[in-house]
């Protein structure tokens, strides 16, 4: 498919917020899902969004959806070091993801 | 929690090989599925599988590329003459296909075509 496309590098302090941005291409993609990758790890799935939905909160997850312009957010509150992964956004039921983002949490 | 294996974790072979990666998806799922993803580039999707067939697949899933569900449990991918370019890490994963197809994923083989 059309590129998902992501920063690829984020670096944060613990206890500050992240935010993970993704700019999708499939408009007709019912959910929108992010996913983490640990080191050496597979991908698991995080949290998804239902594409009439604008904003979906999971504890300290917030996704945040803007159709218009075809972007979607991941906010993590309170940052911790075990929050450091790659983080991929993916659109459609074949998932089409991003080059996912580096999310460094330095103490 | 159940989860989805793959074997091996990583794989040598030589160009011009015959591979088979092996996946053991979760037990209740019937959809599955094979991704790469080649060092420092994005996850791919190559194949889905449902009702012992394929339902979808990629560009990237040519003639070299065959996927098999041999018994109630594994779901093999097997390339015929493995490229260099074939070297990547390669995840199964599986869903139930009920609502936002969740899908489950394994830790991936490494393949290494030399």
Redesign the interface.
Known sequence: ?E??EQSLFLSVREGDSSVINCTYTDSSS??L?W?KQEP??????LT?I?SNMDMKQDQRLTVLLNKKDKHLSLRIADTQTGDSAIY?CAES????????TSLLVTP | EPEVTQTPSHQVTQMGQEVILRCVPISNHLYFYWYRQILGQKVEFLVSFYNNEISEKSEIFDDQFSVERPDGSNFTLKIRSTKLEDSAMYFCASDDRVGPYEQYFGPGTRLTVT
């Open positions: 498919g590129d998902v019912t959910y899902y996913y050496g790890a597979g991908l698991q799935l998804y239902f991929f039921s074949a998932l089409n993801f991003g080059k996912g």
